[in-house]
């Protein structure tokens, strides 16, 4: 699908009418101002923001949870339990929001006025410097559940799926990486396993998991803070809390 979006000669016209624009607001005529039409550049968020970050939220502290549950992922040093963590967590997250099969919807983001974009010099505002969701991002993220549900994964599954996911030897910088590839192979040879009595007739179901569970690399970690969990964390590092989750002795 060709996402080239269409909208930039609409920008620059925008551009050269601003004090009209103002002075138009000001005799009291309506003004809306341009808002791209392309899915690359349309931002979004979530129509029910409250409701959805929490279900969000939940399965965010049960991804944690899962992660510290292994004893092998508690063998690790620190620092590659932190290096693994900042690789996976969206990945497994998403896979979370599968299992529970959480719906959710969007609507465009409310676009600030001209003239508070223009007294704020948004290029140089912290928020505006951060990707925003795009509808084309949040189709991406529903493709891909939708792949999932159609999988139909038991809960043994969705379990073994996440520990392929989780002991990635290819993160850099890790102190136990052969230790780690090793536990790769043994989740999935474990997956495999636990296909033979769940679908003894469907003999290219692992691979199709696995071609599913690769497009959980076409969403980014930042779509997925933007949309579910910037409206309950505001300006606070993310990574930061994720890190504190792992190693707190209360989760």
């Known amino acids: 699908m060709d996402y080239k979006c269409h909208c930039s000669l609409n920008d620059n016209m925008q551009s050269n009418a601003i004090l009209y624009n103002i002075l138009s607001r000001a005799d009291g005529d309506s003004f809306t101002p341009h808002r791209c039409h392309c899915e690359i550049r349309r931002t979004v968020c979530l129509k029910t923001p409250n409701a959805t970050c929490q279900v969000a939220s939940?399965?965010?502290v049960k991804t944690i949870h899962f992660m510290k549950s292994l004893p092998a992922f508690q063998q690790l040093p620190p620092k590659d339990q932190l290096a693994l963590l900042g690789s996976c967590w969206a990945p497994l997250f998403i896979l979370g929001l599968a299992q529970e099969r959480v719906s959710f919807e969007v609507a465009?983001?409310?676009a600030a006025s001209m003239l508070k974009r223009i007294l704020l010099n948004c290029h140089q505002d912290t928020e505006a410097r951060r990707e925003q969701p795009t509808l084309v991002g949040v189709h991406k993220l529903k493709s891909c559940l939708q792949k999932f549900w159609s999988l139909d994964l038991s809960p043994k599954e969705y379990a073994y799926l996440k520990g392929t996911m989780i002991f990635n030897p290819d993160v850099p910088d890790l102190k136990a990486a052969l230790?780690?590839?090793?536990?790769?192979?043994?989740?999935q040879h474990a997956l495999r396993e636990v296909l033979l009595p769940l679908h003894p007739n469907?003999?290219?179901r692992f691979a199709r998991i696995l071609l599913t569970a690769s497009f959980l690399k076409t969403i980014t970690s930042n779509l997925i803070t933007e949309l579910f969990f910037r409206p309950v964390i505001g300006q606070a590092d993310l990574q930061e809390l994720l890190a504190e989750m792992l190693f707190s002795l209360f989760l």
């Open 202 to 204: 469907d003999r290219g």
């Open 58 to 60: 939940d399965v965010l």
């Open 108 to 110: 465009d983001s409310p």
């Open 179 to 187: 230790f780690i590839e090793g536990l790769q192979r043994e989740a």
